[in-house]
């Protein structure tokens, strides 16, 4: 039985590794060249919260040790408002809970040096696909060397939320897709090390909630801080100088200017990212080709949210093999029926909590209740 995983990122790689446990034959295709040899892509999250889901699903193949190493626990959110103090709000009443905040870069490596050394597992680096016949299992992936082929008994596209499998699936006529752009963009920007050491609370996530707006911080295990700017789409637009940038961040958000020595040059050079919901209908077609991770159902990134499902994702994969005897044609509709249902929750939670964090966290109301609710 060989099956062809479309995409080395988080999901294929971790889903790379539980399908080598079941003995079968994997390949992995990846786009992009080996990351672990060069750095990470600009514009794509450099960390991520990871939490207890998505942990469930590295400890279940003795990962979670790995890649906690390096991890950073956040037991709570540090609001900062325009002026006034800070505002610690934990997340857990008695303190003892937290998310990690993980390198994105540091832990799709991990997944992917895992993935390579087990048994029945090949790794194809700077293989794009660009067609694929999802009854035949027939694909065709862009090289540098020219165009190549490939059969497979199943195909799972673990290619994100631009996926260029659910695309062919959709040119087949077989599935309906609903992608929700969302009229806010997200740019990078850092706030290095001060001195050897962080330069705000590393055991927190840091949230600037300006109502309509927000940015948020996560620490990284240089000491150094990366900040998002979530913005409506136009706002980055507006300012495009120097002195516009500095005036701004000094008005509205006056702590992060002294301690952003970058902050114009991030501004200026890093991308603005787009957002939104992928809606897809149904995940896979004549019980060999299937859609996984964010190429059935990216979402918002509020709630930290679309790693840990796409994690649960593999691990329920993994539980219908069993519970279908290793059947891929009663697994895979399985798979859909059980997770739909979740991942169009976290969906619409990932965009409540966007309201959440942008305003509410700010407002003495919301204090009030989270004490009663921690009480
Ligand atoms: P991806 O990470 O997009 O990986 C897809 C892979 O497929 C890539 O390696 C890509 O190169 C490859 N690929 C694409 N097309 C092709 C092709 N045609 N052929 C071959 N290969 C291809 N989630 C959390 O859990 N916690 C967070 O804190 C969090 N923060 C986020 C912050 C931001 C700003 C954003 C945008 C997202 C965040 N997420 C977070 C969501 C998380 O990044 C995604 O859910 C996760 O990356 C999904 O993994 P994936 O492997 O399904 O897709």
Redesign the pocket.
């Known amino acids: 039985m060989k099956v062809a995983i479309?995409?080395?990122?988080?999901?294929?790689?971790l889903l790379a590794c539980y399908l080598a446990r079941r003995g079968l034959t994997v390949t992995l295709?990846?786009?992009?060249a080996d990351?672990r040899a060069g750095t990470a892509e600009r514009g794509?999250?450099i960390?991520?919260?990871?939490?207890e889901r998505?942990l469930d699903a590295l400890r279940r193949i003795g990962l979670d040790e790995t890649v906690m190493t390096d991890a950073l626990p956040m037991k709570g959110r540090m609001i900062h408002p325009v002026s006034g103090p800070l505002d610690f709000q934990q997340y857990s009443a008695g303190g003892d809970r937290a998310i990690n905040s993980i390198s994105?870069g540091a832990l799709?490596n991990a997944l992917l040096t895992a993935a390579a050394a087990a048994d029945g597992v090949s790794v194809e680096f700077e293989?794009?696909?660009?067609e694929l016949d999802s009854a035949a299992g027939q694909m065709v992936?862009q090289t540098p060397s020219g165009k190549v082929t490939a059969t497979a008994d199943v195909v799972l596209g673990?290619?994100?939320?631009?996926?260029?499998?659910r695309e062919q699936l959709l040119a087949e006529g077989i599935v309906a897709e609903d992608v929700d752009f969302l009229d806010y963009g997200?740019k990078e920007l850092s706030i290095p090390a001060v001195d050897g050491d962080f330069a705000l609370d590393p055991g927190a996530l840091h949230i600037w909630p300006r109502g309509t707006s927000m940015m948020i911080a996560?620490p990284n295990p240089d000491r150094s801080f990366t900040c998002?700017l979530f913005w409506p789409a136009g706002a980055f637009d507006a300012l495009t100088t120097a002195g516009t940038i500095s005036a701004y961040f000094a008005e509205n958000y006056p702590d992060v200017l002294p301690l952003a020595p970058t902050l114009v040059d991030d501004y200026l050079n890093n991308p603005v990212?787009v957002?939104g919901t992928v809606h897809t209908l149904p995940w896979q077609a004549h019980g060999r080709t299937a859609l996984?991770?964010?190429?059935a159902h990216?979402?918002v990134?509020f709630y930290?949210?679309?790693?840990?499902?796409?994690f649960e994702d593999v691990v329920e994969l993994d539980r219908c093999l069993d519970d279908t005897s290793g059947s891929w044609a009663r697994a895979l509709p399985l798979f859909e029926s059980r997770r739909r249902h979740n991942t169009e929750a976290i969906a619409a939670m990932a965009l409540a909590n966007f309201i959440e964090m942008r305003d509410k966290v700010a407002s003495p109301a919301y204090r009030l209740t989270k004490q009663v609710e921690h009480a």
């Open positions: 479309v995409g080395a990122g988080l999901t294929g790689s295709y990846e786009r992009r990351p794509r999250s960390n991520l919260a990871i939490s998505g994105r799709n293989h794009r696909l660009c992936f673990a290619d994100g939320a631009g996926s260029a499998v997200y996560l998002t990212g957002l996984i991770g964010d190429a990216a979402i990134p930290g949210q679309g790693a840990n499902c796409a």
